[in-house]
């Protein structure tokens, strides 16, 4: 049995800046604005929100102050994409066709977007 090629799992250093930036540009704010606020050189700040950078602990915790959201929401917000882009895609018309062969059983559920 072959076995299923691997997705690539995106760095957690890409999504940490995928968010930073996310919401820097819903402020409105440039990248010269928040970094001067927190006290990081603008191209340092750019590399982090580019995923080319791993941050410290220190460096989120003055970025997430500049951008007056916690470090927890700003986890929390990398959990829910990493989730998002790792969710299994399933086409509606297979669901079905194996929920029909498929004998039901309690707490089985399917969501269909």
Do not use: F, W
């Not at 191209?43 to 460096?59: N, W």
């Not at 959990?79 to 707490?107: E, I, M, T």
């Amino acid at each position: 049995m072959a076995d299923k090629p691997r997705r690539s799992r995106p760095l957690l250093r890409t999504l940490v800046g995928d968010v930073l930036r996310r919401r820097r540009l819903e402020q409105r704010r440039t990248l010269a604005e928040v970094a001067r606020e927190a006290s990081v050189s603008v191209q340092y700040l750019s590399e982090v929100e580019r995923g080319r950078k791993e941050p410290s602990s220190e460096i989120l915790a003055v970025v997430c102050d500049s951008l007056r959201i916690d470090l927890a929401d700003l986890l929390a917000e990398v959990g829910r994409d990493l989730a998002v882009d790792h969710a299994p895609v399933l086409r509606l018309d297979q669901a079905r066709l194996r929920r029909a062969r498929a004998p039901h059983r309690s707490g089985d559920v399917m969501l269909a977007a």
